[in-house]
């Protein structure tokens, strides 16, 4: 049981929830993050995107369970090791999105539309978009910048263009490191 539980832990990969904390950057940016009604709202809608990775994490360890297992490091991920069921796995991904949707649709219309987008986004990229050179580090970049628009929408101040500028910047540059440190593998 408790091995179960911990395997479910680690398929939801928290550790990379510290991405979603660039949803506070137009609320901290802008000087309103003691806002106690804004700063809800952000914090809501950090948990929406912790709950939309986690199931985006998920379903591309289904995709990839093969290739995963073949892998150094990546065969030791609960899907991969036959931890986690498929279905048992699958089953938390839907939890999360259709949970995280819902969540989301209580912040404001455009961050659930940004939310909407970014889950699109990650189905597409564990499917088709990873397969395909410059177009993954497009795709993996979008997701930060998806996730600093989706702050702006859930408070309501906008970020200033150096703000969306440095984001692309560092999404690239995370990115192209990813991709880098997967090819030196």
């Excluded at 219309?109 to 990873?130: D, E, G």
């Excluded at 989706?150 to 101040?157: M, R």
Aim: glycine share 6%.
């Amino acid at each position: 049981m408790i091995k179960k539980a911990y395997s479910s832990l680690k398929l939801l990969r928290p550790k990379q929830w510290i991405k979603n904390f660039a949803i506070f950057a137009a609320i901290i940016f802008s000087g309103n993050v003691f806002e106690p009604i804004i700063l809800q709202k952000v914090v809501i809608g950090f948990f929406v995107f912790c709950g939309l990775s986690a199931a985006a994490y998920i379903i591309n360890d289904f995709f990839d369970i093969k290739k995963d297992r073949l892998h150094p490091f990546k065969k030791f991920r609960p899907l991969a090791h036959g931890d986690i069921s498929i279905p048992f796995a699958l089953v938390i991904a839907i939890f999360l999105v259709v949970g995280s949707l819902i969540l989301g649709f209580y912040v404001t219309p455009a961050f659930f539309a940004l939310a909407l987008i970014y889950m699109f986004v990650q189905l597409l990229y564990s499917t088709i978009l990873k397969s395909i050179a410059v177009i993954d580090i497009l795709a993996i970049a979008s997701g930060y910048i998806l996730r600093v628009y989706a702050g702006e929408a859930a408070s309501g101040f906008h970020i200033s263009v150096w703000l969306l500028l440095t984001t692309i910047s560092v999404s690239l540059f995370l990115a192209i490191g990813k991709r880098r440190s997967e090819l030196t593998l």
